[in-house]
T-cell receptor
Framework: IAGITQAPTSQILAAGRRMTLRCTQD?????MYWYRQDLGLGLRLIHY???????GKGEVPDGYSVSRANTDDFPLTLASAVPSQTSVYFC?????????????FGAGSRLTVL | KQEVTQIPAALSVPEGENLVLNCSFT??????LQWFRQDPGKGLTSLLPIQSSQREQTSGRLNASLDKSSGRSTLYIAASQPGDSATYLC??????????FGSGTRLQVQP
């Protein structure tokens, strides 16, 4: 079934540790996104990529980095995790980077930083 | 900066009732507006994307309307069922930017 796969589904992490959340899509979409979802704040964009080889900062990029070496994969890395990064992280993709496109979402990765 | 507001934050209704969820946005120069459903612990499922040139979209018991000039959208659910219980999020696409999301309305339909 075509879609987005995220891993891990859930992780507990000690503060200061490095963590990479993985995201893979098989729809050959050009654009990919990372959002975090926090209670009462909705989804906020962390980073995005409008095509392989390019990335951009979203609304809340500090403490996170991304890479887009190929079309399918878009990992999100926390270099040194802090408790405020406890959240549910969603990866999404769309055919192109435009407000006109429908987004497809992964099932999410729940991260707890202690 | 686009801001999206959803009212109410939570709603509980008895089964069979018709209901309306509201979404408002501050920048009317949008490309589209999308309604998503999110079940607890799950990802988001796109329900009814509305392009800026459209006024409404219908799918089964769901009807989404868009009034760009007033910066408003509504999601109408007819004859609600317990299976409709979920969080409904509204998101707006503005120019060459990623979607901006509201904080959602948590709906509970009581059997």
């Amino acid at each position: 079934i075509a879609g987005i796969t995220q891993a891990p589904t859930s992780q507990i992490l000690a503060a200061g540790r490095r963590m990479t959340l993985r995201c893979t899509q098989d729809m050959r979409h050009n654009a990919m996104y990372w959002y975090r979802q926090d209670l009462g704040l909705g989804l906020r964009l962390i980073h995005y990529s409008n095509t392989a080889g390019t990335t951009g900062k979203g609304e809340v990029p500090d403490g996170y980095s991304v890479s887009r070496a190929n079309t399918d994969d878009f990992p999100l890395t926390l270099a040194s995790a802090v408790p405020s990064q406890t959240s549910v992280y969603f990866c999404a993709s769309s055919e192109s980077f435009s407000g006109a496109n429908v987004l497809t979402f992964g099932a999410g990765s729940r991260l707890t930083v202690l | 900066k686009q801001e999206v507001t959803q009212i109410p934050a939570a709603l509980s209704v008895p089964e069979g009732e018709n209901l309306v969820l509201n979404c408002s946005f501050t920048d009317s120069a949008i490309y589209n507006l999308q309604w998503f459903r999110q079940d607890p612990g799950k990802g988001l499922t796109s329900l009814l994307p509305i392009q800026s040139s459209q006024r409404e979209q219908t799918s089964g018991r769901l009807n989404a309307s868009l009034d760009k000039s007033s910066g408003r959208s509504t999601l109408y659910i007819a004859a609600s069922q317990p299976g409709d219980s979920a969080t409904y999020l509204c998101a707006v696409g503005t120019g060459r930017r990623a979607l901006t999301f509201g904080s959602g309305t948590r709906l509970q339909v009581q059997p």
